[in-house]
Structures are given as structure tokens and as C-alpha cells.
């Protein structure tokens, strides 16, 4: 099976750098990824880690280390519009990638 | 282009009633998977399919059933709603190779 671990919480002051952590544990894996929820809405994708080393996409990063099962989430230049949860996920199960598998989630609070 | 479509948005319950939750995606996307949402809990994978035809158990499959006659739709199914299962449940499809998946708007289930 699959079981992933983040923090449930994290605050963060506007304009400043945020790293969401996320270990995991699988029986197989096939990437991880990130996604981005705000309240009343529905989540959407954010990035994806096949490999090891780090994924940019703007003011967004997304790190992989699968020696150490563990990848992270960068937010950088925060705006109060980055106020959401946010998800890691992981892909697959032993030699089947049809899965996806959701962490329970961090809460991201930007203080003005 | 719509994406991912459920239905209804909002529905209330009362214990022991049926219902069945349509989503319907327009993207050609072979992989469908049922979430529920609850609070603390991140995203719970019900059931999920890889392709007509075909569905598979997720990590809580119980009180639900699904079906996949269309490639283009998935029909989540309750036989007798309980409490427990107010929650939100969210639709996403993906294809075969990507990991981005996308999400439906998300449905709003009740039971009393």
C-alpha cells in the first residue's frame, strides 16, 4: 500500500519563502506530485517529480529525492492568492501506475 | 471545453436512500477515479477505472459501487446512504502516461 506524510499546517508572511514537506511509503512508485486547492474548490495540479532533483515552474518548485522517499513543495514571492491546501500525491502501486494516492494535506496561511 | 462535469452538485439524503453521482469528462482520458473529501482527511480514493469497462477498489470501497459502461463516463453509486458518508466527492480523469489529473467541480452529499 501507499501512505504519505505532510504537515497539517504552515504560516507564511507575504512575500516570503514556504517549503511544504512530503515523505512517502509505497509499495511502488511512479512520481509525485503536487496539487493546489483552495477553499469551495476543486484541486488542481501544480507540478509533477518523476526523477530525482528539482522541477520549476515559476514561482513554484517542486523537489525529489526517491533514495530518501521524501520531495517538497517551494512556493516563493508568496501572494495572499497562495492561501490554500496543498496535496502531495503518488502514482502507482506494485508494477501498476493506475493509482493516484493523496497525503491528508497542508493548510498554508499567509500572514499580510 | 469542458473537462470534467459532475452531477449533481448538491444533494441531501436520508439514511438509506440510493443515489448514483454522474461524471462525465470530455478530455478522451482513460483513467477515472472517485474521491471523497472530508475534513482532515485529504482526498480518499474510492474506486477508479483504466478504462471502459473496467473498475477497481481504492482504499474505501465500502457502501459504494461504480460502473463504467462509457469511456466518458463514471457513475459513482450509493445503495443505502448512511451518515458517514456526507462528504465531498470529487471525480478526476487523466491519461495514460501523465500524472496531471484533472478534477470535477466536486458534489456536496448530505445524509440525514
Known amino acids: 500500500g501507499q501512505s504519505l506524510e505532510q504537515p497539517s499546517e504552515v504560516t507564511a508572511v507575504e512575500g516570503a519563502i514556504v517549503q511544504i514537506n512530503c515523505t512517502y511509503q509505497?509499495?511502488?512508485?511512479?512520481?509525485l506530485s503536487w496539487y493546489q486547492q483552495h477553499d469551495g474548490g476543486a484541486p488542481t495540479f501544480l507540478s509533477y517529480?518523476?526523477?530525482?532533483g528539482l522541477e520549476e515552474t515559476g514561482r513554484f518548485s517542486s523537489f525529489l529525492s526517491r533514495s530518501d522517499s521524501y520531495g517538497y513543495l517551494l512556493l516563493q514571492e508568496l501572494q495572499m492568492k497562495d492561501s490554500a491546501s496543498y496535496f502531495c500525491?503518488?502514482?502507482?502501486?506494485?508494477?501498476?501506475?493506475?493509482?493516484?494516492?493523496f497525503g491528508k494535506g497542508t493548510r498554508l496561511h499567509i500572514l499580510p | 471545453n469542458a473537462g470534467v462535469t459532475q452531477t449533481p452538485k448538491f444533494r441531501v439524503l436520508k439514511t438509506g436512500q440510493s443515489m448514483t453521482l454522474l461524471c462525465a469528462q470530455d478530455?478522451?482520458?482513460?483513467?477515472m477515479y472517485w474521491y471523497r473529501q472530508d475534513p482532515g482527511m485529504g482526498l480518499r480514493l474510492i474506486h477508479y477505472?483504466?478504462?471502459?469497462?473496467?473498475?477497481a477498489k481504492g482504499e474505501v470501497p465500502d457502501g459504494y459501487n461504480v460502473s463504467r459502461l462509457k469511456k466518458q463516463n463514471f457513475l459513482l453509486g450509493l445503495e443505502s446512504a448512511a451518515p458517514s458518508q456526507t462528504s465531498v466527492y470529487f471525480c478526476?480523469?487523466?491519461?495514460?502516461?501523465?500524472?496531471?489529473?484533472?478534477f470535477g467541480q466536486g458534489t456536496r452529499l448530505t445524509v440525514v
Open positions: 477505472s483504466v478504462g471502459e469497462g473496467t473498475t
Open positions: 517529480n518523476g526523477l530525482d
Open positions: 509505497t509499495s511502488g512508485f511512479y512520481g
Open positions: 500525491a503518488v502514482r502507482g502501486d506494485m508494477n501498476r501506475d493506475d493509482k493516484i494516492i
Open positions: 478530455m478522451n482520458h482513460e483513467y
Open positions: 478526476a480523469s487523466r491519461t495514460q502516461g501523465r500524472m496531471s489529473a484533472f
